[in-house]
């Protein structure tokens, strides 16, 4: 009759051994589609970046009118972003350009600067414009891809709707760190299967590509003579001209 009380013990036993099931329950599957979306924007943004183009873009939605955007994007790697009210409070339009001489800001004859075009070194050719000067719109065409081509920074990515006669396929990008500078503006960036930037909408406003790129140059000159005078400055009456000082 101590045969039935063993069986129990042994039963007993045999639930408490190493093969009894994990109680726990499993890990969270990785969002497939997120990490497609991820992957999909990066090799069109590393696209974007070999580009080569000559291309226009509306702006809209920065509170003025819209304005004309042209981005130059040399065989050499320089480039060139012309950007009209750029500076002094959107009466002078501006270039930013980027050769192997250097980063340099250039003022083009507006209505707020009737003077000649000329240039102002702003630093080497991969330097950050500084923020008093930044109009921003060129970061999507230039160092932002460099954000979304690198797998190591905290953005999540997923597909977004098309906007109409928007060509391409179109991404949400948000920042996962919570940090004061965020690498690039979170929203919308659409692009072409061979790299080119179709639509942006951000905190710098909605660039809308306005019609088929053109060829690229085989590199981009600077608009005019480089002078030693200040940058111009994004609010009104913020800097000086660009003009040559006396000794």
Known sequence: MAVLPVLVLLAGCASDGPDAPPTGSPSAPTPVEVDSARDELAALAAAARDRHLTARYTLAGTGGPTREITVTSANDGSWRVDVPGGALGGTADIALTATPDGLFQCGLPSAGRPEPA??????????AVPHRLDPRVQHPFTDWLEVLTDRRTALSVSTATTP?????????????????????DVGVYCYQPDGTPTFVRAALGTLTLAGPPGPAPDTVP????????EPLGRESGSSADPSPQPS
């Open 164 to 184: 109409p006669g928007v060509p391409g396929t179109c991404y949400v990008v948000e920042s996962t760190a919570a940090s004061l500078h965020p690498p690039l």
């Open 118 to 127: 000329s240039c102002v070194r702003l630093g080497d050719r991969d330097d």
């Open 222 to 229: 600077l608009a005019g003579p480089v002078v030693p005078g």
